[in-house]
């Protein structure tokens, strides 16, 4: 180990503080990257607001994102980063802030700060109680161990080509999922679909009807949230779901669910235990986010911020209502129904009584023959991504630490 070194973040890198202020948001302009919008990861800046090039300016009169650029939250949701592998111009929001490397190669350090040892480092500078923060000198106070420039070098480049597969597979679920709710559009929305000869009764082709969501359930309840006096000092080993554990296109992240014991699940929480194809709609917080429950998590449970939904005939109509549940007009329903209060909610009884069209046994089958093959190809990519998420997860405290040792230097 005499070639790793520690650093303090401030002498290897410039640390540099976004603007204290609000901006005024456009409908088209340069993007604003915000807490919200840091991942981890590469970062996405297709969702962030924007804002006009006068305020892109201002925002960025400090610093003009470059390539290797990592951006991290500071409030809140602290201690999130992102790394910048392609040319966007973008300005930072309240409470993000710059990291420039000028000493180290970027990408080791991005990932040397999102290792568990650059965690509890991140964690041991955070202060406040109410808002937990961290701040620029601390920041700059990390400490970074790190080997040669070489082997810093080659440590990235084992990690992020298991990045940059993980990112290929993401795409193609990405546009796989992208399809699947075009067809469904074309289908079920527009009603461009083989064979139909244009002709409605009642707005609806023949032999379509209208229904409801609670018609075609076996059970439709939700989680609940058990009690320290529940929990006590019993081993925890059953996934509990939350509504963070659901990304906003739906897939699961399971690297760090939280767990709870057997014998809650088992009693308190029984109502609420999961089966593989369960159809997840979040009901309050973050409301509108839909996933299907794999295998892996068959007998898992959820807290009461997630409503899950097992039809009476999956086979049939499991990717369709995931889809109907995901369609605009829905989405847009929901929301209209939300309530206000301590935490934005929606009701089990608004999610019953939502309107679903269901076509002909023949128009089903059709659409399912189409189907079903997407969905086992975004199923088989998810478990890939999973699986070398785990490789690199494994790799990355090991590589960073120097306990697997590279003879690079």
């Known amino acids: 180990m005499s070639e790793w070194k520690t650093y303090k973040l401030g002498d290897i890198a410039k640390v540099i503080d976004s603007l204290h202020k609000t901006p005024t948001y456009t409908e088209k302009g340069y993007p604003m990257v915000r807490v919200t919008d840091l991942k981890g990861g590469y970062l996405r800046t297709k969702d962030c607001l924007l804002v006009s090039e006068d305020v892109y300016l201002d925002f960025s009169r400090n610093h003009k994102s470059e390539i290797g650029d990592i951006v991290i939250s500071r409030v809140g949701s602290y201690g999130i980063t992102s790394y910048v592998n392609e040319p966007i111009d973008f300005c930072l929001g309240q409470n993000t802030a710059f990291i420039c490397s000028n000493g180290m190669d970027s990408k080791y350090l991005f990932y040397y700060l999102n290792s568990p040892k650059g965690k509890q480092e991140i964690e041991g500078f955070v202060t406040g109680s109410t808002q937990k923060t961290i701040s620029l000198k601390s920041i700059k106070s990390l400490e970074i161990l790190a080997p040669g420039l070489p082997t810093q070098r080659q440590i ?110 088992q009693n308190q929480l029984k109502r609420s235990i999961l089966e593989t194809n369960d159809i997840l709609f979040s009901i309050a917080g ?124």
């Open 156 to 265: 990235a480049q084992i990690l992020s080509s298991l990045d940059d597969k993980i990112e290929l597979n993401l795409q193609m679920n990405q546009t796989l999922e992208a399809m699947a709710q075009a067809v469904f559009k074309e289908w079920f929305v527009d009603f461009k679909f083989p064979g139909f000869d244009g002709e409605l009764v009642d707005g609806l082709p023949k032999g379509w009807r209208r229904g409801v969501l609670g018609e075609m359930v076996d059970k439709l309840s939700k989680g609940t949230t058990p009690t320290q006096k529940d929990l006590g000092s019993l081993e925890v080993q059953i996934p509990f779901l939350k509504v963070k554990d659901i990304s906003d296109i739906g897939t699961i992240s399971k690297n760090n669910l939280e767990l709870i014991p057997i014998e809650v699940h």
């Open 286 to 409: 973050t409301i509108g986010r839909v996933a299907i429950v794999d295998e892996t998590l068959n007998f898992s449970n959820c807290n009461q911020a997630i409503a899950f939904i097992r039809l009476s005939d999956k086979n049939a109509f499991l990717e369709y209502i995931h889809l109907w549940l995901r369609s605009e007009a829905v989405q847009n329903n929901i929301k209209s129904s939300i309530v206000q209060g301590v935490q934005a909610n929606v009701s089990l009884t608004v999610l019953n009584n939502i309107e679903v069209l269901i076509p002909n046994d023949e128009t089903l089958c059709e659409w399912n023959n189409l189907i079903k093959p997407i969905y086992h190809r975004i199923r088989t990519t998810i478990y890939q991504i999973e699986s070398l998420t785990q490789t690199r997860d494994t790799l990355l405290p090991k590589l960073i630490s120097g306990k697997m040792r590279l003879n690079c230097d």
